[in-house]
C-alpha cells in the first residue's frame, strides 16, 4: 500500500530531508503540505491541519516538521482525525507531552514515530554490535557546532523549549544512548544562558552509566572552523571513536566505517514497516536525557548572543 503524506511545518528540515526521502521511498507519495507561509510546489498547500483533513480525507499519514513548541497541537489534532504521526526529533518540548500522545495514538490504534535521524547514521549499527560484551571504561560526547551556520535566522531555538545547544547535542544522545548497553542518567550539569535567550548556548554535561562509568558531555554551539560531532568509547578491547556524527567510526584510530549519509531515507524505511505492522516507536530517551541536565543543571549567564 502506498501511503499518502502530507508535511507539516516546511522548514528547513521538511525541505532538505522529508521531501527527497518520501520521494525515492516507493511506500510513500507526497501528497499535500500544511503551512503558516511556505509553499510546496506540486502539491496540495493548506495553511491548517483542518483545512487538510477536510479537503484531503485520503491522505492518512503526516509528518510534523515544525518546531517542538508547537507540536504536540498539531499532533494531537492529527492522531484525533486518526491519522498516523512522525514528529521530528524532538518528539516534543517536554517529556508528559508525548507520553500523552503515546496514550491518545493507542485508544485511536494509529501509528506514531518519534523519529532521532541521527539513529540511522551509517556507524551506529557496528557500533552497538562492537560495543556489546566489552568492559567500557571511559566515553566521552563532543558535539560542537557554529549555530550561526547552521541556524541562522531561527528565533524558536532561542525561546523555551526550544533546547539551545541540545538540538543539535540530543542528537548525539541519541546515538550514544543507542549504542552503550547500559542506561546513562545526568549527575551534574552546567548550563551556559546567553544574557538574552532562554535556551543554553553551550553545556557541560556528566553522566554515569549504571555500573558506575563515567561520561563527560561537551556541548557548545560558538565553534567556528572545523565542527565536532564526536563520540569515544573507551573499552578492554580499544577504543571506538565514531566522527562527523556517526558518519565514521574508527577502532583504535583505524576506520572501519566511512559511508553515505542514509539517515531520512532510514527514517522513512523504518516508518513505512511500522505502518504495515500498526506498531508505534516512541523513545524518548535522548529527549530525557536533556530534561534531566536541565532540571539537575547549574545555570551561568554567558554573553548574549547577535546573529
Ligand atoms: P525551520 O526551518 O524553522 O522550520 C520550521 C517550520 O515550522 C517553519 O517553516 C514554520 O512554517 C513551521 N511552524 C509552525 N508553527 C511554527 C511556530 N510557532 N514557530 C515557528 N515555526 C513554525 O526549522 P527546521 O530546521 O526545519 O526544524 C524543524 C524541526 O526539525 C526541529 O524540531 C528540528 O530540531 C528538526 N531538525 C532540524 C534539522 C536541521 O538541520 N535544520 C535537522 C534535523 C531535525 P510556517 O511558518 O510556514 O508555518
Known sequence: MVHK??????GKIARDQHVPSIAENPDFTFAAAVSRNARAEGVDNFATLEELFESRPDIGVVALCTPPQVRFEYAKKAIAAGKHVLLEKPPGATLSEVATLEAMAREKSVVLFATWHSRYAPAVEPARDWLKGKAITGVEIVWREDVKHWHPGQKWIWEAGGLGVFDP?????SILTAILPEPIHVTRANLEFP???????????DFVTASGVAVKGDFDWRQEGPQSWDITVVTDAGTLAISEGGAKMAIDGERVVDG????YPGIYAHFAQLLASGESDVDV???????????LGRRETVAAFHE
Open 5 to 10: 503524506i502530507a508535511i507539516v511545518g516546511f
Open 169 to 173: 547535542g540530543i542528537n548525539g544522545l
Open 195 to 205: 544574557a538574552n535567550c532562554q535556551t543554553p548556548i553551550a553545556a557541560q554535561v
Open 260 to 263: 553515505e549519509d542514509r539517515e
Open 285 to 295: 530517551t535522548p529527549l530525557r536525557q536533556v530534561a534531566d541536565a536541565m532540571m
